[in-house]
């Protein structure tokens, strides 16, 4: 089995230009970056060209498409229909970046459930945007999507995640999977790892005091990351592990360096 690869997201280099903060992440040692794909880094199509120039070929874990204009809005389920079709159109433009720049997977969540709309209905729009999301993403070269599940949103845990991915059954469908969050929602990210491992795209890794959702060092927080490698190794998870520690912006090289180092220490390396 090939080693697991640290990553590390630009998410919390906001305050750093996208070339700087890939620069910083390279030299830290990292084995690849996630990119923010938004501003201030790379809100599609961006610069391609530029970006490509700057990578120098160090890989790409994933681009994150969670967020549009820093807001969660408009979602995948949000019920004016023309606000459905942008976030669509968004994420779209997040596909065509990731060919671009030879990323093999984006993420994108489901967003909040808005108050007076049922749950029914804002499952049929989910799928009805993620089956349109997905037809895209299937144009060559094929891109995975992965969902991820943030606490307090429409899916914030695996449970009604798991029911999409069985329905929709496809195979660029899978989860961006992130650790803290699983904690916050009181999902076991060893089940996680048991029912879902070959559909993990992408591993976003921080640690957590408790069940509050904050995005921390690792090794600052209670999660039993001796638990963690084990499950890692136990199902044979060999893509990437991303550094998302974003509330450091103010110093992401330190912090990174930091998590870098605990999560080598983890790993055995």
Not at 98 to 123: D, I, K, M, N, Y
Request: aromatic share 8%; with cysteine; proline share 6%.
């Amino acid at each position: 089995m090939a080693p697991v690869k640290v990553a590390y997201s630009t998410n919390a280099y906001t305050l750093w230009p996208l070339e700087r903060a890939i620069d910083d992440i390279r030299d830290a040692g990292f084995d690849g970056v996630e990119i923010l794909a938004d501003d201030p880094h790379a809100f599609p199509p961006g610069d391609p060209d530029a970006i490509r120039a700057r990578l120098r070929g160090f890989p790409i874990s994933n681009l994150n498409g969670n967020t549009v204009r820093g807001k969660f809005e408009p979602s995948l389920i949000h019920p004016d229909s023309h606000a459905r079709r942008e976030r669509i159109g968004y994420t779209k433009a997040v596909l065509d970046l990731a060919r671009a720049l030879g990323s093999e997977t984006v993420c994108t969540s489901s967003g909040f459930l808005t108050p007076g709309v049922s749950s029914s209905q804002a499952r049929e729009w989910f799928l009805d945007s993620l089956e349109r999301i997905l037809a895209y993403a299937e144009r060559s070269p094929a891109v995975r999507v992965g969902i991820e599940c943030e606490p307090g949103f429409f899916v914030d845990r695996m449970e009604p995640l798991s029911r999409i991915l069985e329905e929709l059954d496809h195979p660029l469908l899978g989860l961006n999977l992130d650790l803290g969050h699983a904690v916050c929602v009181g999902d076991s990210f060893e089940d996680i790892l048991e029912m879902f491992s070959r559909h993990i795209w992408n591993i976003h890794v921080e640690d957590i005091e408790g069940r509050v959702h904050h995005h921390l060092i690792p090794g600052h927080g209670s999660i039993r990351f001796d638990r963690f490698r084990a499950a890692l190794d136990r199902h044979r998870y060999d893509r990437f592990l991303t550094l998302e520690i974003y509330p450091y912006k103010e110093n992401p090289g330190e912090a990174g360096r930091e998590g870098l180092a605990f999560l080598r220490k983890i790993l055995g390396r």
